[in-house]
């Protein structure tokens, strides 16, 4: 952000402080934000987490049942339906976000 890039956090952010902590480090730095919350039915959460290979990620259909189990308070993100594939998902945030980021060259 300092440099004037766009930057991405990628996390669950289950909690609300951890959202907001989010929003202010946009704010203090005078940077666009646009909280982006993805939902896609648990089953097919369930499926492309078991599906992962070679990722960072530590998650499991266990870690998944319990994600959907968590009280997320005031949710005031842009919910986005992440059922379908990759790029359907990236033009339904696209339509979503406030301000228009430059498609990819």
Do not use: C, M, N
């Amino acid at each position: 952000l300092a440099a004037g890039h766009s930057v991405v956090l990628d996390a669950v952010f289950a909690d609300e402080g951890e959202r907001r902590a989010a929003a202010e480090v946009a704010r203090r730095t005078r940077a666009h934000f646009a909280g982006v919350w993805l939902e896609a039915p648990p089953a097919l959460l369930t499926s492309r987490v078991a599906a992962r290979t070679g990722d960072a990620s530590d998650a499991t259909a266990e870690v998944v049942a319990k994600q959907l189990g968590y009280d997320l308070g005031p949710l005031d993100w842009h919910r986005v339906d992440a059922s379908g594939s990759p790029a359907e998902t990236l033009a339904r945030v696209r339509q979503t976000l406030p301000f228009r980021a430059a498609a990819p060259a």
